[in-house]
């Protein structure tokens, strides 16, 4: 069974009249990787803040690990481990240096914490830059000091906002897949993040923020098998009289700028949909299409057209 380890009820901050947090409740697990996905200023980094202890609340409660952070945020700076939006500042410190100090002023003992910030930094492909301070390194591999500065002593709860900002593919996919590992040691991680693509991928749930709310919380799982079901179709139109035929239908989406008809099928009519298409691509009405199965980027669209 999930264990409850941060309990989030009716949580509210406002910054004079402009409310941030609008009554969330909200319960994450252990074991979980979890996506916080929206448009900028809908509150996600006031959010993470909030959780960690860096913004105090107007009001709600938020239990993590059975202990109330909200009377006693020093309390969740101890029980969270954070990664921040922006980089950290560490000029003239090395990247060893960096990860180092803060595992010793996390309390680990030396001979643990060479052992684990070596393993990070291999496992992360930094190593070669370890000896680099913080000025010479770039704005991808301050990311990556700065993430392993928040996993070095695997947390149990851990928060970052937009990690992989900046950061290669490659080492995307590590940062990724080291985060799959510490879930599936028990870790709660919560991430901000605007790339859809990685929280289907490797998230195991997002919650979708907008003006302050939870407006859907969302377990990736149930997407993979509903679209199954479902499949999307863009095509770039030539001849917009075609859409004539199509606009009353609801599930047809066009976007005028860019002359994109886009709608869902089910597996019974792909076919139909499919022998169109061609037949429209020889008359020349249309100048290119995609189908595709239906994702994330689908499902934040619609949201956003609703
Ligand atoms: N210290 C502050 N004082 C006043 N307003 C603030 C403060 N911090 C955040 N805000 C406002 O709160 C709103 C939410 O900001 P927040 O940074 O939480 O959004 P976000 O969803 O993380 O955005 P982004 O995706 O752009 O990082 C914004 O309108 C922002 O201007």
Request: glycine share 6%.
């Amino acid at each position: 069974m999930k264990k409850e380890t941060i309990i989030v009820k009716n949580l509210k901050k406002a910054y004079g009249t402009k409310i941030v947090t609008d009554d969330v409740s909200v319960t994450f697990y252990s074991g979980e990787i979890v996506s916080l996905v929206g448009h900028n200023g809908a509150g996600k980094t006031t959010f993470l803040n909030q959780l960690n202890g860096t913004v105090s609340s107007d009001s709600g409660t938020v239990y993590i690990h059975g202990v109330d952070i909200t009377n006693h945020p020093n309390r969740a700076r101890e029980l969270v481990s954070s990664m921040p939006q922006f980089q950290v500042p560490i000029k003239g410190v090395t990247i060893k240096e960096a990860i180092e100090c803060i595992g010793l002023l996390k309390g680990m003992k030396k001979s643990e914490l060479n052992k684990s910030s070596k393993q990070l930094m291999d496992y992360l492909a930094i190593e070669k830059w370890q000896s680099t301070t913080g000025e010479k390194l770039s704005g991808g591999l301050q990311r990556l000091t700065s993430f392993a500065m928040t996993v070095v002593d695997t947390p149990s709860i851990i928060v970052l906002d937009e990690p992989t900002n900046d950061v290669d593919p490659f080492r995307r996919t590590l940062m990724w897949r080291y985060l799959r590992i510490l879930a599936n040691n028990g870790a709660t991680v919560i991430i901000v993040t605007h790339n859809l693509f990685e929280v289907e991928r490797y998230s195991d749930r997002y919650l979708m923020i907008d003006r302050g709310k939870i407006q859907k919380d969302v377990n990736v799982s149930d997407i993979k098998k509903e679209r199954h079901i479902l499949h999307q179709v863009s095509i770039l139109l030539a001849d917009e009289s075609l859409l004539d035929n199509y606009s009353h239908q609801t599930s047809v989406r066009y976007d005028k700028f860019e002359k994109r008809m886009s709608f869902s099928v089910e597996d019974n009519q792909l076919q139909r949909t499919l022998s169109l298409i061609l037949e429209w691509l020889r008359e020349d009405k249309i100048i290119s299409y995609d189908i595709k199965l239906k994702s994330l980027s689908d499902d934040y669209e619609e949201y956003i057209d609703e």
